[in-house]
């Protein structure tokens, strides 16, 4: 009786001990390996993200120009290169470099009257005396004098491309080289004034005197 008792309970502990490592066994057959956490994307990924989608780049010959007139042309100054819009009172200068059509006076100080018009004008007929007129005043901070260009009109602000930054020497009559071209947002051409090539020009002195 007591060995049935005792292989009873030696059965029942093999019993369990299958049926526990069975189990066990079991469990870890049809289970898998605990799966990793989700993670938010690294940095590293987010930059690649970004980085494949090219950012617009700003248009390099867009700049942006005080649209004024000259006789009956539209023209271009830069905006940095505007100082103020100014009524002085001019007079002519004789033996100057051509454009420059007369010297006047603007809070105390020389100012310098660069004419463009054209032969048949004012440029090749300059005023005998002292006359009143409207110039673009000339950001020109390395100057001792003023620079003015003198206009009929200020028309309005403008953007606009620059296609042509410096032409050939002039022909007789021409206009000058530092004259350019542009096309402005709305599609006109139009003239464009390199105002650092301008002044450089007209203060360097003739190539016969040089």
């Not at 309970?9 to 189990?23: A, K």
């Not at 007139?69 to 505007?82: C, L, S, Y």
Request: charge should be positive.
């Amino acid at each position: 009786m007591k060995n049935e008792k005792a292989r009873s309970f030696h059965s029942n502990e093999g019993v369990t001990g299958v049926r526990d490592r069975g189990g066990a066994g079991g469990e870890g057959s049809q289970s898998r390996p605990p799966r990793a956490e989700s993670r938010p994307a690294s940095p590293a990924s987010a930059t690649r993200g970004a980085a494949s989608t090219p950012a617009t780049a700003p248009d390099q010959g867009l700049v942006a120009g005080l649209e004024c007139r000259i006789g009956k042309a539209p023209i271009i100054v830069p905006v940095e290169h505007v100082a103020q819009i100014i009524d002085y009172e001019t007079s002519p200068l004789p033996l100057t470099r051509r454009w420059i059509t007369g010297a006047g006076l603007h809070d105390d100080r020389l100012v310098m009257t660069v004419g463009l018009m054209t032969e048949g004008a004012s440029a090749a007929a300059p005023q005998a005396t002292r006359r009143r007129t409207k110039g673009v005043l000339l950001n020109v901070p390395d100057s001792n004098v003023f620079w003015a260009l003198e206009v009929q009109e200020v028309v309005v602000l403008v953007k606009a491309t620059v296609i042509e930054r410096r032409r050939t020497e002039p022909r007789t009559g021409d206009l000058p080289p530092w004259i350019g071209r542009a096309r402005t947002t709305d599609g006109r051409s139009i003239a464009w004034i390199d105002v650092a090539a301008m002044l450089s020009d007209l203060t360097t002195p003739p190539r016969i005197l040089a």
